[in-house]
């Protein structure tokens, strides 16, 4: 991979950490961003649907009908007028398994995300399906600003 595509990468990934800052779960907070042609072209992050309270857990454990920040971004797109077919998903958090499900289904080409979670069935599936799957960590790049 070239350097130039490594700062990009760098730079999306810094970026949908940030967006995952606007959601209001307590337990994880996940941002995602759709990028096609070197355009954002769709967000998201992990939160309840539309319309409905922004509390995500009860008791510390996660409310069923919470969406997940690659489901967010994704059915966003279909209310739009564009399209991720060849399009990189940058995302905060491993895609589990029924993200990766959708991610396959849009079209999505390339995944980028920088962090574990405890299950990889989602990954796996990815690289499955033919997608490049690319964990960066970002703890071990300083930004630009830190320099």
């Known amino acids: 991979m070239d350097e130039k595509q490594r700062q990009l990468d760098l730079r999306y990934l810094r970026m949908a950490k940030i967006w995952a800052e606007n959601s209001y779960c307590k337990r994880r907070q996940v941002g995602a961003l759709v990028v096609k042609d070197q355009m954002i072209i769709s967000d ?17 454990v996660t409310l069923p009908y919470v969406l997940h920040a690659e489901a967010n971004a994704i059915t966003k797109l279909a209310r739009s007028s564009n399209n991720s077919d060849g399009a990189t998903l940058y ?14 289904q849009a079209g999505i080409k390339r995944v980028v995300y920088s962090r574990e979670y405890r299950l990889n069935d989602g990954i796996r599936l990815l690289q499955q399906a033919g997608i490049n799957v690319e964990y960066i960590n970002l703890d071990n790049y300083v930004s630009e600003q830190d320099k």
């Open 91 to 104: 995302v905060t958090d491993s895609p589990c398994i029924e993200c990766s499900k959708l991610i396959i």
């Open 44 to 60: 998201g992050y992990n939160g309840t649907p539309s319309g409905f309270e922004n509390v995500c857990e009860e008791n510390d």
